[in-house]
Nanobody
């Protein structure tokens, strides 16, 4: 069993920054099983980034160069630093924990609103 909780969402002006956090717990929790997704109203969920060993991350083209993923194993937390935010980045952001044979778990989501 893995539990996830996101925080850090809010309202920001276009061009601004936010840092989202995803903190997890559970015996099978691992930072490199964490990915960030987002879902805007009326749209399909979109993969954003995945944390990778070494912390370099894999990024969707839509956020490459603007978003950075990082992790702190001492806090069981993965961060999503979002810079140069655009109105089209507005969505509910979710972290997802997926590890082969251990199932998929989602956080409750955190709202990001970007005003133009």
């Amino acid at each position: 069993q893995v539990k996830l909780g996101e925080s850090g969402g809010g309202l920001v002006q276009a061009g601004g920054s936010l840092r989202l956090s995803c903190t997890g717990s559970g015996s099978t929790f691992g930072l490199n099983a964490i990915g960030w997704y987002r879902q805007a109203p009326g749209k399909q969920p979109e993969w954003v980034e995945t944390f990778t060993t070494g912390g370099t991350g894999n990024y969707a083209d839509s956020v490459k160069g603007r978003f950075t993923i990082s992790g702190d194993s001492t806090k069981n937390t993965v961060y999503l630093q979002m810079n140069s935010l655009k109105p089209e980045d507005a969505a509910v952001y979710y972290c997802r924990h997926a590890r082969f044979s251990y199932g998929v778990y989602w956080g409750q989501g955190t709202q990001v609103t970007v005003s133009s």
